[in-house]
T-cell receptor, first 117, second 113 residues
Framework: GPKVLQIPSHQIIDMGQMVTLNCDPV?????FYWYKQILGQQMEFLVN????????KSKLFKDQFSVERPDGSYFTLKIQPTALEDSAVYFC???????????????FGEGSKLTVL | GEQVEQRPPHLSVREGDSAVITCTYT??????FFWYKQEPGASLQLLMK?????EINEGQGFTVLLNKKDKRLSLNLTAAHPGDSAAYFC????????????FGKGTQLIIQP
């Protein structure tokens, strides 16, 4: 079935550095999402994105976070600068239509594990 | 905001037995409910989505029950087999068409032969 690919699967960086997590969504999908999961905790919504703009973001989406999808390429989550509390697994998801009960499935990637030292 | 509590965090059952995972939520306006399965090294796969008007939903080898009065959602695997070993997550959406899911912490299910 359709797959959302995330690159890298694991990245280790020093606190204060910049990191970019890449998501290759399903090809005809228009809505994109990032979720964050700290080890042992539940997955939490960060942001959703459509037509080049952030539609909604949570309080976890700090000023150091940014998202973009330049020219239909990867949907990216950039953290600059990183902090220790940013260590987590970040999941990307995409959907063809704004996700709801009758608009099909939200497809998740396998996650990018970020370790900030 | 919405809070979702999922229990148990770990569950081990014998092959052929049933397994029950339960989530409780706090927002009475919650409208859509979901169960996801995540096998090791794989992405989340949607098992079932439940609307507030539907109380019992049956899938292949499992049943989802929604009790709006108690704000409780459960996943019941009726006859577990080794392929059911995975992490299971419930998720809740408060408004129609909402993109924002609130997840439970997950249940690690192990099926013993």
């Amino acid at each position: 079935g359709p797959k959302v690919l995330q690159i890298p699967s694991h990245q280790i960086i020093d606190m204060g550095q910049m990191v970019t997590l890449n998501c290759d969504p399903v090809s005809n999908h228009l809505y994109f999402y990032w979720y964050k999961q700290i080890l042992g905790q539940q997955m939490e919504f960060l942001v959703n994105f459509y037509n080049g703009k952030v539609m909604e973001k949570s309080k976890l989406f700090k000023d150091q976070f940014s998202v973009e999808r330049p020219d239909g390429s990867y949907f990216t989550l950039k953290i600059q600068p990183t902090a220790l509390e940013d260590s987590a697994v970040y999941f990307c998801a995409s959907s063809h239509l704004r996700w709801g009960p009758n608009t099909g499935q939200l497809y998740f990637g396998e996650g990018s594990k970020l370790t900030v030292l | 905001g919405e809070q979702v509590e999922q229990r148990p965090p770990h569950l081990s059952v014998r092959e052929g037995d049933s397994a029950v995972i339960t989530c409780t939520y706090t927002d009475p306006n919650s409208y859509y409910f979901f169960w996801y399965k995540q096998e090791p090294g794989a992405s989340l796969q949607l098992l079932m989505k439940v609307f507030s008007s539907t109380e019992i939903n049956e899938g292949q080898g499992f049943t989802v029950l929604l009790n709006k009065k108690d704000k409780r959602l459960s996943l019941n695997l009726t006859a577990a087999h080794p392929g059911d070993s995975a992490a299971y997550f419930c998720a809740v959406s408060a408004t129609e068409g909402a993109d924002r899911l609130t997840f439970g912490k997950g249940t690690q299910l192990i099926i013993q032969p």
